[in-house]
């Protein structure tokens, strides 16, 4: 019946989800917060100056490295007109709320010096979109324009589609390509260990039936999900395959391994299913428990996909959970004795039980303080790193090699001043700019106070509106008279009184140095609007910088909250499930140490081995979570069978049979889930990669050296200082009986 159950929930879920082609419509425009100032700068934006306003950008670059020639000038200005056609349509169909804004050399022709490169090689059309760059409207934006410019275009010239719309197009897709990579990766890693651990076809295949139909029927409910509104994204989906395929096998074979245990004793299979399940079903739930509760505290989080992933993925593992406790033990129980079929329940033990588990066990219980110390000692340096890291934030890092954003930004970098495609806009909003003269006089110091950061290579303002570059200022200045009207309508608005400059910085848009450059650049339009308007006024930033600082800001805000609730929950579970304080805090404590010596292995791994920039900044409160909650899974199964043991031997025993007998077992489920989690490093991007490999390395320093080593000697010492603090007190109580 839970067989023939399953499969009938799984097939009704299919049914009833949704093709993905009608969920692209649930993504947020944003993945910050409305509050965020970003966002409160592109509104504003959006009313006052809505030519310039833009989430993000589409910049299609044109290059002809002989020059371009009028057919190219033809085309370019045919393409303008087919984008705006387009918008059009998307328009009458969504809503002008998902308009955008073209600007190229033909449709703003007082724009054409700025767009098209002094050596006449490359020209450009900008598209300003108003959702985030990573998002499927976006990609469906870019596809567009894609589309629309292979039509007629001259022969040799090269066509590239840059701006952040473009590169988070081509991450989108990077992140396609590398969950289908991922997935297949993952399932031929669980077969192969499931094959050398049960060395029986029907007893490795029950973990992977019962997993495929897991993370089928969580693919199906992560549709629904996004139907109802809720934002799911490829990463959400690989982080689906590697959890589901690595938490769930964990859970079977621990209910297999405990399972096989009582079947030795000489009872039918439905008695030793019964006595398993009171075993460790609470085990299982309560280790279950520790990552889908540590995964839903990443709700508290402002940032979007952090906030996602806490509503979707504690949720669907919950599916893995089920099928372990229902699924699994209906298997079983139906194939009965030929579980290990060629062999039998005896002659089918776990791998290294007798020989190094034993050998280690009799180790800690011998010496559990110099364990103790040399675990300790062991993880300070790579903690010592990991304290003084600092994350990257540079998603054009991220992309796979030869993507067209990268090219195109290549061709522009080439023949533009650098970073001109990630220019940004500074708003400065005071009543005092109704005056016009008054606003010119702020737009001229602010101009000068702009140009003389040495970092600001550009400035476009009411005074400078082509920008400071000798062969386009005089053009500006002239059209400040012959077109003074449509001049003050690009630089100030009127309801309520603003003012726009906009300047370019030789930096990338993701870097430090371009975060420092743009928060000094606001602290100068601060300074200089109270000098001249005589009052504080509020300043607003909008652009791919100003968004990254936020994304910082927000991102570092959450992971301190994020990192508060799940330390309070997962700890509150382990206490309530194994009644030790001290032990429990210290189990905490070890995975916190764990999590630390893993930030400082992948430094020394991906920054000083492989030369890359630096750790992805989303790696950060991911890996926290997975590596605290996933690592107490094993805490917890060691020490639930500690106590078990507890109530038949004195704690030396008691602590040596629980290492022996959870050892090869533990082992095993965390090789697997170091496995899975490291398939992510097949993803071909370099967060994944970055991820994988941290994810891997820290489950295998928990199963290998804080659960077999450092937990059973703490608690040795423990119950020794414990017993010894309960002599002293029993013989000073006997002394005053006396």
């Known amino acids: 019946m839970w067989i023939v159950g399953w499969i009938t929930f799984v097939v009704v879920l299919r049914i009833c989800a949704p093709p993905p082609e009608e969920l692209i419509h649930s993504e947020p425009d944003s993945l910050l917060p409305p509050k965020a100032p970003n966002n409160q700068a592109f509104e504003f934006l959006v009313k006052t100056f809505p030519l310039s306003a833009a989430r993000s950008q589409i910049i299609v670059v044109c290059y002809r490295p002989t020059g371009l020639t009028s057919a190219d000038r033809s085309y370019m200005a045919r393409l303008a007109k087919a984008i705006v056609q387009e918008n059009e349509r998307n328009v009458a169909e969504i809503g002008e709320k998902y308009a955008w804004r073209v600007r190229s050399p033909d449709l703003q022709p007082f724009l054409a010096r700025k767009l098209l490169s002094a050596d006449n090689q490359v020209g450009l059309i900008i598209v300003n979109l108003p959702v985030n760059f990573i998002t499927m409207k976006a990609k469906q934006a870019v596809d567009a324009v894609e589309r629309l410019a292979r039509s007629d275009r001259p022969e040799g010239l090269a066509v590239e589609f840059s701006g952040s719309a473009g590169v988070g197009r081509d991450y989108s897709s990077g992140a396609k390509k590398a969950l289908d990579r991922t997935m297949w990766v993952t399932v031929v890693a669980v077969m192969v260990i499931l094959a050398v651990v049960y060395r029986a076809p029907l007893g490795a295949l029950v973990p992977l039936v019962s997993i495929g139909l897991s993370v089928f029927g969580a693919f199906q409910v992560l549709s629904l999900l996004a139907q109802a509104g809720w934002p799911v994204s490829s990463i959400e989906k690989m982080f689906t395959v590697v959890l ?13 391994a405990r399972y096989r245990e009582e079947r030795l004793s000489r009872i039918d299979a439905v008695t030793a299913a019964s006595r398993t399940m009171k075993a460790v079903g609470p085990a299982i739930v309560a280790s279950a428990g520790t990552i889908i509760f540590g995964l839903a505290m990443m709700m508290a989080a402002d940032f979007v996909l952090s906030r996602n992933a806490g509503k979707v993925l504690g949720l669907v593992l919950a599916l893995a959970l089920a099928a372990s406790l229902t699924l699994v033990p209906a298997m079983v129980v139906l194939i009965g004795n030929r579980l290990f079929w060629p062999g039998h329940f005896k002659s089918r033990g776990v791998i290294g039980q007798r020989q190094i588990w034993t050998r280690l066990a009799a180790i800690v219980v011998a010496r559990p303080g110099r364990v103790l110390l040399i675990g300790f000692a062991a993880m300070a340096v790579p903690i010592w790193t990991a304290v003084r890291m600092e994350f990257r934030y540079d998603t054009i890092a991220e992309l796979p090699p030869g993507a067209s954003s990268s090219r195109g ?13 990630f220019a940004t806009t500074i708003v400065v909003r005071h009543p005092a700019l109704a005056d016009a003269k008054l606003a010119t006089k702020l737009a001229e110091q602010l101009t000068a106070d702009l140009c003389a950061v040495e970092d600001i290579t550009d400035v476009r303002s009411l005074t400078e509106p082509l920008g400071l570059d000798r062969r386009v200022r005089e053009q500006g200045r002239m059209l400040r008279l012959v077109a003074a009207t449509r001049i003050a309508g690009e630089y100030l608005g009127d309801n309520p009184p603003a003012m726009r400059i906009e300047f370019v910085t030789k ?13 000094h650049a606001r602290q100068i339009a601060d300074q200089v609007s109270d000098r001249v308007l005589g009052g504080k006024a509020e300043i607003l930033a909008c652009g791919l910088t100003p968004y990254m600082i936020d994304i910082r800001d927000y991102s570092t805000a959450d992971h301190k909250r994020v990192t508060v609730l799940v330390i309070s929950v997962i700890l509150l579970i382990v206490v309530v499930l194994i009644r030790d304080i001290p032990l429990s805090i210290f189990m905490l404590a070890a995975t916190l140490m764990t999590y630390l010596a893993t930030l ?13 920039d630096g750790v992805d900044w989303k790696a950060k409160l991911f890996l926290f979570v997975i590596i605290v909650a996933v690592g107490q899974d094993y805490n917890i199964f060691l020490a639930s069978r500690l106590f078990q043991e507890r109530e038949h031997f004195d704690e030396k025993e008691a602590t040596e049979r629980a290492i022996v007998r959870t050892g090869s077992i533990i082992s095993s489920c965390g090789v697997i889930m170091a496995a899975t989690l490291g398939s992510l490093m097949a993803s071909g991007l370099k967060l994944m990669e970055q991820l994988g490999f941290a994810m891997s390395a820290g489950i295998l320093i928990d199963t290998f050296l804080v659960r077999p080593l450092l937990i059973p000697a703490f608690h040795l010492l423990l119950r020794r200082v414990w017993k010894r603090r309960s002599t002293t007190r029993f013989l000073a109580r006997l002394s005053s009986d006396m």
């Open 244 to 256: 589901l395929f690595g938490a769930g096998t964990d859970y079977a074979l621990f209910w297999i």
């Open 507 to 519: 930096h990338q848009p993701f870097v430090e140095e371009a975060f420092r450059t743009i928060t």
């Open 600 to 612: 400082g292995i992948t430094e020394w791994v991906f920054v000083g081995l492989l030369g890359q």
């Open 409 to 421: 930004a290549e061709m522009a970098e080439d023949h533009f001043p650098p970073g001109e495609a």
